[in-house]
């Protein structure tokens, strides 16, 4: 193998005396080095590529609306005035919904996962959890649209506007494909993320840590809240800013629940419309050219917008796990 | 005394409220899978494994479309982003101080959150709007590129497991670079690479977004990558969001075949990776 490589390198003449083995094996490192910087180079140049065709694209709704697309609310492609208020704002509310039930949940499971739980469960349940991360965004959808909104309208709905109704978030008619009944999938969807993240950074907690706080008379909870959360506190953060970029752009579930209307609405029982959403829905379809401009335009937010909440996360998971590979690990 | 008491009270009850949590947490997985078994399973057939839809509306018809397609475009999307993805994760192991390597890292990172979506609008530009038709082959170029950033991350870690001293041995014994990075570092983590490779042909097979304006859907059964192409998650969601009784049902069946194969792809790949890299350390 080596000197058929290294022979179709070398110079005519050497066919007749092979060149010395140093100069060979030099020969096939440049080879194999060469190949692998192709293969190296190509993740750069894809993303180099990507933001230039989404800056392409955009271009025609950019010069066009500029930041005031931002936040305008009119979206008639029809008339061809676009405005994405509707859609961040949904974006934004459907993900800080999720975050709200997922959060307290996946640190509740990764504390009791890295701290409290009998070894023998550890991983098993981590393993489980992380079986949710594997189901496809569309099996959720469709869950969701058969059996999660039905539940909802007939049990979480109406309870929450019994209880509730005084605030404007519980009014109004239930229809059931809703901005609540999409933050709910969601927050279903990330908390795997958010679990396992955590739970990586809090055993990346040095035990003397747990060790003096014990040490000093407190109980195993106190140790954890005392010693534990606080040295692991920029991980978890991290940990749930990549909760927030993975709820930010997911699409199919939401694009399944959330009603798909481009409106702002103060009630949760509205539908909504997020970013992701539109792009999925009236991609396909667009006809005219601005149409098509502002639809990639909003890709070329979300995407943005996305690209900071990742740094900023793992910028924060390093802080604490520090060379242990947390977070970036594909799951 | 009293003080000590109480503090151990709120002590457990937090446990037990974390308790709580885990179950909360398992809850709908349990729900989800067996909702898929109850309403999906009824209409498993042979015909739903070998016959392409039916008329809107009207009973019998399958998914034998989408499950080739499916097969077409993932097995398309592999072809172009294994090998990209795993020399770039050898690129990453094997030269660590490289400025290339930072540079490829933290784009992979970016990658990876990446909205799914954004890559589809990005393989519209780039080949659908260029060709000026849908493609089987565009959806697959969005495919790939999700799956670059994940194969990349798992091959380099599995690289960096190798000891340092199998390829001092290697080297000793007069192996150039090369031939020790690929007989004895390849090697010895071949099983790494391939269940990481699982692991994101798993991922990718139930993406939808990228799909839905590259590879389109179809209603028939077609084998040219040039063309719009069915795929399961496509048909979950078209059939779905319809109206038919029908496509509901087999909404479910398609879902419970799409979620049958990224599980036993994800969790084989896993079960693979625990047993050969953390118990035998």
Known sequence: MSTTLAGREAEPAAETSPPPPLERAAHGDRVFRGLLTLGALAVPVLLAFLVYELWTGSALAMARFGFGFLTSSTWDPVAEEFGAAPLVFGTLLSSFIALLIAVPLSLGVAIYLSEFAPKAIRQPIAFLIGLLAAIPSVVYGLWGIFVLIPLLRTTLFPFLRDTLGFLPLFQGPIYGPSMLAAGIILAIMVMPYVMSVSREVLLAVPDTQREAALALGATRWEAVITAVVPYARSGIIGAVILGLGRALGETMAVTMLIGNRHEVAASLFAPGYTMAAAIANEFSEAVGDLHLSALAYVAFLLFLVTVAVNALARLLIWRVARGSGAGSRAL | ?281
């Open chain 2, 1 to 281: 005394m009293t003080g000590r008491t109480l503090r151990r009270a709120v002590s457990n009850l937090m446990v037990g409220l974390m308790v709580l949590a885990v179950v909360a947490a398992l809850v709908p997985l349990f729900f989800i899978l067996a909702d898929l078994v109850i309403r999906g399973a009824g209409s498993l057939s042979l015909d739903f494994f070998t016959r392409t839809p039916a008329p809107a509306g009207e009973s019998g018809g399958g998914v034998a479309h989408a499950i080739v397609g499916t097969l077409l475009i993932v097995g398309m999307a592999s072809l172009m982003g294994l090998p990209v993805g795993i020399a770039a994760g050898i690129y990453c192991a094997e030269f660590p101080g490289s400025r290339l390597t930072w540079a490829t890292r933290f784009v992979a990172d970016v990658m990876n959150g990446t909205p799914s979506i954004v890559v589809g609008v990005f393989a519209w530009a780039w080949i659908v709007a260029t060709q000026k038709h849908f493609s089987a082959l565009a959806g697959s170029a969005a495919l790939a590129m999700l799956m670059i950033p994940m194969v990349l991350r798992t091959t380099e870690e599995m690289i960096k497991l190798v000891p340092n001293s199998l390829r001092e041995a290697a080297l000793a014994l007069g192996y150039p670079r090369w031939r020790t990075s690929l007989s004895i570092v390849l090697r010895t983590t071949l099983p790494g690479i391939v269940t990481g490779a699982l692991l994101a042909v798993a991922r990718i097979a139930g993406e939808t977004a990228p799909l839905l304006f590259t590879a389109l859907g179809s209603q028939y059964l077609t084998f040219d990558l040039n063309q719009p192409m069915a795929a399961l998650p496509l048909t979950v969601f078209t059939y779905a969001t319809g109206p038919y009784e029908e496509w509901h049902r087999n909404a479910w069946a398609a879902a419970l075949v799409l979620i049958l194969v990224v599980l036993v792809l994800s969790v084989g790949a896993r079960l693979a990776i625990r047993r050969r890299f953390t118990l035998n350390g």
